[in-house]
């Protein structure tokens, strides 16, 4: 796609005129749509006003800038770059330090990074129960497969509702690049889907905030979580990290979790 069609598709999904997006911008309307027809070509000073206007991710920034032919502008790590080691350190700190309650790393797709030692102990509980365990490492996928998290879920229904509708809205203002698969539509796939469920759903939640409720053996957990980014991020990798922390919603789940952690040290 060309930088005009692209920065056309980038407002319109924002639901900007051309005449907010200059306001917010301070480049004129007539430019901007002399950009999107594809009469004017950008200046990478330009697109990146543009881009900040629009509030786009690092990622559709440098998406941005290389279709107009220029060079990416934000760089994106490996976890395992030495300039990302104080990351890294900051992670293992995070993790280690919310024991005996679960935490995990995620990126922006709800790939599984790193895992604290109650989240490994909690997920070997459940692969010990289920012999056909995926071999996914994405989370939305583990919840959604008959074979992972699913039957262990007492509320999969409620949660899984509010994850798809996240996910809704995370792809409608990041949408995959050209040529990436959508996660969307990949768990769209999983088989006990209702109809309704396939189209972004606007129904207000009755509750301030659902709990992941979990039967583990005799066990019945209840937990809600917090998730935290790193907000001075110039860094794709890096902007994409969440850190992801349970607590425990009641008396019986937080006695559970020190126990395990007790029997495991």
């Not at 941005?64 to 080691?85: C, E, I, K, T």
């Amino acid at each position: 796609m060309g930088v005009g069609l692209l920065l056309k598709d980038y407002r319109q999904t924002r639901k900007l005129s051309q005449l907010e997006l200059s306001l917010e911008a301070e480049v004129s309307a007539r430019h901007i749509s002399f950009l999107e027809t594809g009469r004017s070509r950008p200046s990478r000073a330009v697109l990146l006003k543009l881009a900040q206007a629009l509030d786009l991710s690092l990622r559709d920034t440098n998406v941005l800038l290389v279709s107009a032919g220029f060079n990416p502008h934000y760089p994106q790590r490996s976890l395992d770059d030495p300039a990302m080691q104080a990351v890294r350190q900051a992670l293992d700190f995070v993790l280690r330090n919310h024991a005996p309650f679960p935490a995990v790393v995620i990126d922006s797709d709800w790939n599984l990074l790193m895992a604290n030692t109650p989240q490994l102990e909690l997920t070997r509980r459940l692969m010990s129960a289920q012999p056909n365990w995926p071999q996914t490492t994405n989370v939305l996928e583990l919840l959604l497969d008959p074979n992972a998290f699913r039957p262990f879920v007492r509320n999969w229904e409620q949660l899984t509702k509010l994850l798809l509708r996240r996910r809704y809205r995370e792809e409608s203002f990041n949408p995959p690049a050209a040529g990436e698969e959508s996660l969307l539509e990949r768990l769209l796939t999983y088989p006990d889907l209702p109809p309704s469920w396939r189209r972004q759903d606007h129904d207000e939640l009755e509750m301030p905030m659902l709990t992941l409720e979990l039967t583990v053996g005799n066990q019945q957990l209840r937990c809600f979580s917090s998730i935290a980014t790193f907000g001075t991020a110039v860094d794709i990798t890096l902007q994409n990290l969440h850190i992801e922390t349970y607590f425990p919603a009641d008396e019986e789940t937080r006695r559970c979790f020190i126990e395990w952690a007790r029997q495991s040290s």
